[in-house]
């Protein structure tokens, strides 16, 4: 069964950066489909970014096209989600997720459905 853990969030003032890392346990992210969603308070769960599994396609939501990047440190087995310029919407607990067997390329975003397994969340918090 494959877990995955969030890690790296934080509070961050307006315009500043972070990033976040997904790791697994139980199986690997390395050839995996990855993405990363949000959720805000009183919002439903959006996608962010995502990856498919041989990390040649990648995918950005509009609102944080050019801010955030996602990619794969495969001898860590981990993704991450590189955010700059962080604006106060982008407030909300980040969650990664992974897909066994899903396959795709170009700018397809899976939906939330496509992805089997999810992790915790890691709360990120844009204030001054």
């Known amino acids: 069964q494959l877990q995955l853990v969030e890690s790296g969030g934080g509070l961050v003032q307006p315009g500043g950066s972070l990033t976040l890392s997904c790791t697994a346990s139980?199986?690997?992210?390395?050839?995996?489909?990855v993405g990363w969603f949000r959720q805000a308070p009183g919002s439903g769960r959006e996608g962010v970014s995502c990856?498919?599994?041989?990390?040649?396609?990648?995918s950005y939501a509009p609102s944080v096209k050019g801010r955030f990047t996602i990619y794969r440190d495969t001898a860590k087995n981990t993704v991450y989600l590189r955010m700059n310029n962080l604006k106060p919407e982008d407030t909300a607990v980040y969650y990664c997720?992974?897909?066994?067997?899903?396959?795709?390329?170009?700018?397809?975003?899976?939906?939330?459905?496509?992805?089997?397994?999810w992790g915790q969340g890691t709360q990120v918090t844009v204030s001054s």
């Open positions: 139980g199986g690997g992210l390395n050839s995996r489909a």
């Open positions: 990856t498919n599994s041989n990390g040649r396609s990648t």
């Open positions: 997720a992974a897909a066994l067997s899903l396959d795709y390329s170009g700018s397809y975003f899976p939906t939330e459905s496509e992805y089997e397994f």
